[in-house]
């Protein structure tokens, strides 16, 4: 059994990086002989086929074509301009990565807020062609998005703040995305809206505060999450 010379945690397969830490166990000291003589615990993975995904996948992703094309082409044939096939796309993609994303692959609840929200955000922004103004993409829709999210996870953060460091980075993602309509509405209009500036002065509390209280946690959780 490997023992990592950083965490001290045993190792029961043969690895050449500690799965908790990250480290390379090899520059940590550990000899390759060691790592040798330590079984393999798991089988070897076969090929994964190339149409791969469930039958949910399979049956969603068909029938979503389907009614793309069929609205595509009516709409070119009858009324000449593409519209309403722009909505439909877009309710179609939500759903799946909503169930996909949202639903199936964020494990901490923190996480599927923020998939929720950048989801929310693609989804709007593709939408933003047949929407009568569009300029309320940037100036009420995306940061009441942002905000509600930060508001969300603030206050799990506040109920978790024992066990802060799982969740920092998701805040800190939130946090940020929430100048994004701020600088956008800026750039585009010269003046910013309300809205926008609230959810921006939030992002802002929230960053200040969390850099003043919690930046060691925060260096170390970049360290592990991105191995630099
Ligand atoms: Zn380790």
């Known amino acids: 059994m490997i023992k990592c010379p950083y965490c001290k945690v045993s190792i029961a397969t043969r690895t050449d990086v500690c799965p908790l830490c990250h480290k390379n166990l090899i520059e940590a000291g550990v000899s390759k002989d060691e790592i040798k003589k330590t079984p393999l615990d798991f089988p070897k993975k076969g090929k994964v086929p190339a149409l791969s995904g469930t039958l949910f996948d399979k049956v969603y992703l068909l029938c979503a074509l389907n009614v793309v094309l069929v609205s595509l082409a009516v709409e070119l044939i009858v009324f000449e301009h593409i519209k309403v096939s722009w909505l439909i796309l877009s309710i179609i993609a939500y759903f799946y990565l909503f169930l996909r994303v949202t639903i199936r692959k964020a494990n901490l609840f923190p996480q599927k807020v923020l998939f929720q929200a950048l989801i929310l955000s693609v989804v709007v922004i593709c939408t933003r062609r047949i ?90 959780e970049l360290k592990r999450n991105f191995h630099v």
């Open 131 to 220: 929407l009568p103004e569009p300029d309320a993409i940037f100036e009420y829709i995306l940061p009441v998005i942002y905000l509600i999210s930060m508001i969300i996870m603030g206050i799990f953060f506040i109920v978790n703040y024992k066990k802060p460091s799982r969740y920092l980075l998701n805040l800190i993602t939130i946090a940020a995305l929430g100048f994004l309509p701020f600088c956008v509405d800026l750039i585009e209009d010269v003046h910013a809206h309300p809205m926008s500036i609230i959810t921006a002065s939030l992002g802002a509390a929230i960053l200040i505060t969390l850099f003043a209280f919690y930046a060691k946690t925060i260096v170390s």
